[in-house]
């Protein structure tokens, strides 16, 4: 089945220890991507990457580090989470250059700092 | 800058109506647009893709549309089923390439039995 996996679903954490959250797809998707989501602020883009080694900043990139050493997984890093970074994270996918190529979507990591 | 508006930001109906949720946008030069669903807690499953050259796409019972020129699109739903409460999203992608999507904020919808 094509999909999009995070793990862990959900994570509760405490102020300045480093986590990383897995994301891996199995679509041979060259486009993958990191957001969050909060309450009245929607969903914001914390970086991408177009192809493995390739790699740049969304819109919220503070606070967050990434890596694609392979084409299906690109991790997100957090080397010092503080409680701001509370959120609904999503890890999503695409072919490159499609325009007819939808986005495809984890299921979410839910993240508590406290 | 891109923006994506979605209104209502909630709606209600009974079982069986049709309906029809909005999403507007600034910037008329998009690439494509996108209709996603989120269920509560959970991640966003793409109902419909409109390339920048088309003005609809079908699946079962919804239906999105696309007007550049006014920047809108609506998602129809025929005949709603509780089934179908969730969030509804609408996002535009200006480009190609590592161009991002642009998500509004989502329709929040509950069908009543």
């Known amino acids: ?114 | 800058k891109q923006e994506v508006t979605q209104i209502p930001a909630a709606l209600s109906v009974p079982e069986g109506e049709n309906l029809v949720l909005n999403c507007s946008f600034t910037d008329s030069a998009i690439y494509n647009l996108q209709w996603f669903r989120q269920d509560p807690g959970k991640g966003l499953t793409s109902l419909l893709l409109i390339q920048s050259s088309q003005r609809e796409q079908t699946s079962g019972r919804l239906n999105a549309s696309l007007d550049k020129s006014s920047g809108r699109s609506t998602l129809y739903i025929a005949a709603s089923q509780p089934g179908d409460s969730a969030t509804y999203l609408c996002a535009v992608r200006r480009g190609s390439g590592n161009t991002p999507l642009v998500f509004g904020k989502g329709t929040r919808l509950s069908v009543i039995a």
Request: charged share 20%.
């Open chain 1, 1 to 114: 089945e094509a999909q999009v996996t995070q793990n862990p679903r959900y994570l509760i954490t405490v102020t300045g220890k480093k986590l990383t959250v897995t994301c891996s797809q199995n679509m041979n998707h060259e486009y993958m991507s990191w957001y969050r989501q909060d309450p009245g602020l929607g969903l914001r883009q914390i970086y991408y990457s177009m192809n493995v080694e390739v790699t740049d900043k969304g819109d919220v990139p503070e606070g967050y580090k990434v890596s694609r050493k392979e084409k299906r997984n690109f991790p997100l890093i957090l080397e010092s989470p503080s409680p701001n970074q509370t959120s609904l994270y999503f890890c999503a996918s695409s072919l490159l250059d499609r325009e007819n190529s939808p986005l495809h979507f984890g299921n979410g990591t839910r993240l508590t700092v406290t």
